[in-house]
């Protein structure tokens, strides 16, 4: 949904500073076998983290949060959440 805040028109500079974020995707096991999955490397002076986490919220169905500068996605979201960020414009890597 090109309505979204996340979506907007990028300007040149906008552009530049997404492209040169390289945002990791991994997973963590936490209590009970539950998977949880972390996105980190935003720069929080360029991007809002908390409507980045909305949206991602929003494009895997599923609850999640954020702590500090990385946004905690309930299960194990890796690709759609790459697919959702490549779409927005960020170089993305997912780690093992």
Do not use: C, N
Not at 39 to 50: A, T
């Amino acid at each position: 949904m090109k309505d979204d805040k996340i979506f907007r028109d990028l300007t040149p500079l906008d552009e530049i500073a997404r492209e040169s974020q390289v945002i990791t995707i991994e997973t963590d096991k936490r209590r009970y076998g539950k998977w949880v999955t972390i996105v980190s490397g935003f720069d929080p002076h360029s991007e809002d983290i908390k409507e980045l986490a909305k949206t991602l919220k929003k494009k895997t169905a599923t609850g999640g949060t954020v702590k500090g500068e990385k946004i905690e996605l309930q299960g194990d979201q890796r690709d759609r959440v790459k697919r959702v960020l490549e779409d927005m414009g960020f170089k993305v890597e997912i780690s093992e």
